[in-house]
Nanobody
Framework: QVQLVESGGGLVQTGGSLRLSCAAS????????MGWFRQAPGKEREFVAG???????????DYGDSVKGRFTISRDDSNNRLYLQMNSLKLEDTAVYYC?????????????????WGQGTQVTVSS
């Protein structure tokens, strides 16, 4: 089993920044795919960013179109942590953000391809 615990959410004004963290414990996928999703009220869970180790100290990263250029995903595998740096936040970024881990050998974009989920952390962007 893998346990994922997110932190770092909160209230921020438009244009501001937040950094989300995800602590993994249990049977961790130290180099496997991990990602961030978000879900706003009345909307489907949306892929935000994902990453996996591809060798030689290099990580592959992918981003949802709505966050490209504003969000950065990173990980510290030695400490089993995943991060999401969110800059230039917009009202439409308001959602519950979830950390997820997958057993696949690629970075999935669909939430159904992730095996483990955190409980989520609320991010609210206000004007």
């Amino acid at each position: 089993q893998v346990q994922l615990v997110e932190s770092g959410g909160g209230l921020v004004q438009t244009g501001g920044s937040l950094r989300l963290s995800c602590a993994a414990s249990g049977r961790t996928f130290s180099t496997g795919p991990m990602g961030w999703f978000r879900q706003a009220p009345g909307k489907e869970r949306e892929f935000v960013a994902g990453t996996r180790w591809i060798g030689q100290n290099t990580y592959y990263a992918d981003y949802g179109d709505s966050v490209k250029g504003r969000f950065t995903i990173s990980r510290d595998d030695s400490n089993n942590r995943l991060y999401l740096q969110m800059n230039s936040l917009k009202l439409e970024d308001t959602a519950v953000y979830y950390c997820a881990a997958s057993s696949r050998d690629f970075v999935p974009l669909r939430f159904s391809d992730y095996d483990y989920w955190g409980q989520g952390t609320q991010v609210t962007v206000s004007s």
